[in-house]
């Protein structure tokens, strides 16, 4: 399967929810003012395409130089479990090059997912959570 990475493209909205709402993430899709101003203000976006379909896209938070939030990893159903993530991860990786941590908030069904990646489990993490 030819697929391609950006980290330059800027896909649409709707083709974002689109993704997120197939690949089963746990975001605010119904809430098309919210989901525009986590775009608007992402300084990092890997997207996967399969020809012109928007298949995956990681969605980050970086100074470029010490800390990247990894915020939303999502991959359209049909394509997982074939690399996509895992080569999301990678140029984002690659974008923040080696000097940066990537921190992130696995959700419950993709916790074992990044072990399998090179994540390390942190126990000195805290997070004082969002409300609604
Ligand atoms: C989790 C997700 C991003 C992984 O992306 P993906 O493209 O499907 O995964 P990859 O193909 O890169 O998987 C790499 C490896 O991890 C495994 N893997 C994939 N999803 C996994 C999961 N949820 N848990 C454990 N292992 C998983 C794959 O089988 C593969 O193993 P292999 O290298 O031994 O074959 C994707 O499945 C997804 O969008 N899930 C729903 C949304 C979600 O939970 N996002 C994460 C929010 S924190």
Redesign the pocket.
């Known amino acids: 399967m030819g697929i391609t990475y950006s980290a330059e493209a800027i896909p649409s909205i709707g083709h974002i929810i689109e993704v ?1 709402e197939s ?4 975001r605010p899709t119904g809430n098309l003012a919210r989901m525009e101003k986590m775009y608007a203000n992402a300084n990092l976006v890997v997207t996967a395409w399969h020809n012109d379909l928007l298949v ?1 896209i990681a969605r980050s938070l970086t100074d470029f130089c010490h800390s990247c939030y ?1 915020a ?6 049909e ?11 990678a140029l984002t990786r690659e974008q923040i090059g080696h000097q940066t941590s990537l921190i ?11 072990p ?2 090179g994540f390390h489990k942190i126990d000195n993490g805290y997070i004082i959570p969002r409300e609604g």
């Open positions: 997120y690949s089963g993430i746990n995956g990894l939303d990893l999502a991959v359209r159903k394509y997982q479990s074939k690399g996509v993530g895992k080569q999301l991860i992130l908030l696995a959700a419950p069904a993709a916790i074992n997912y990044y399998k990646l």
